[in-house]
């Protein structure tokens, strides 16, 4: 099936199951160039930085279940410092890559890791070494902030495609599991305040109904 960014897909129909993925890393440690690989199933090792947000839809199949994810993919900022809260909003799984080549990348998963928690306190994380083809002799060397943390670790590379459909697929898994079986107490409390904000929306939109009746809300 197709994977294409968001804007041209046609209809989210037929999904049994929507989970959210998002992709965290400082920049340049090939977040989007691992995106490319498994969604296009390929590598084109121009420079390119991710500029803001970019967002793409993946049908895959989870226990015979139609299973629609959105990967969320960012540059991953020196520039921005910190994610936007709505970044991390209702994700179910988050990729957090570093760059083998660049130790700082690997020091800074400890920032990532703050923030993610701060606002997904408890969703699955997959760590990923990244361009385990620059160097394979790396695979040898032992990371140990994944282990100290008790998350999963793959080595990988965008370039030659090592590990990739594995790093994603089970990170779907993972997604669709923790969706499905998390009472996520943080889950729970977003829902309340959405739906309270919600009702307050529609009782503004009926006090504007008696002063303007030009913008009347749609009646459903
Ligand atoms: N050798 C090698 N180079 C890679 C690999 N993955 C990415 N690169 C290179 O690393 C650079 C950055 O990759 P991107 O995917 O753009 O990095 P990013 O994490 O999306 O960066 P931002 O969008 O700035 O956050 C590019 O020049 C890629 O060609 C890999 O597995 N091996
Ligand atoms: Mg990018």
Request: hydrophobic share 35%; charged share 30%; net charge negative.
């Amino acid at each position: 099936m197709a994977e294409r960014p968001r804007e041209d897909v046609p209809s989210e129909a037929g999904a049994e199951e929507a989970v959210k993925i998002i992709c965290l890393g400082d920049s340049a440690v090939g977040k989007s160039k691992l995106l490319e690989r498994f969604l296009l199933d390929g590598f084109r090792p121009q420079q390119l930085s991710t500029f803001a947000l970019t967002l793409y839809q993946h049908h895959a199949r989870v226990d015979g279940k139609a299973v629609l994810v959105d990967f969320w993919d960012t540059a991953g900022q020196e520039r921005f410092q910190s994610m936007h809260p709505s970044y991390y909003h209702k994700a179910h799984a988050c990729i957090m890559v570093f760059d083998v080549q660049r130790k700082v990348t690997y020091k800074n998963l400890s920032n990532w890791y703050k923030e993610l928690r701060e606002f997904r306190p408890e969703i699955p994380c997959i760590v990923v070494a990244n361009k385990i083809d620059a160097d394979m002799k790396v695979t040898q060397k032992s990371f140990n902030f994944a282990r100290k943390l008790s998350l999963p670790f793959y080595f990988v590379s965008a370039a030659d495609g090592t590990n990739v459909v594995k790093l994603f697929n089970d990170a779907i898994k993972l997604a669709v599991t923790y969706k499905q079986n998390s009472g996520d107490f943080m889950d729970e409390v977003m829902q309340e305040l959405e739906s309270f904000d919600l009702e307050k929306k529609s009782e503004d939109l009926s006090d504007q109904e008696d002063s303007s009746p030009e913008e009347k809300p749609p009646s459903s």
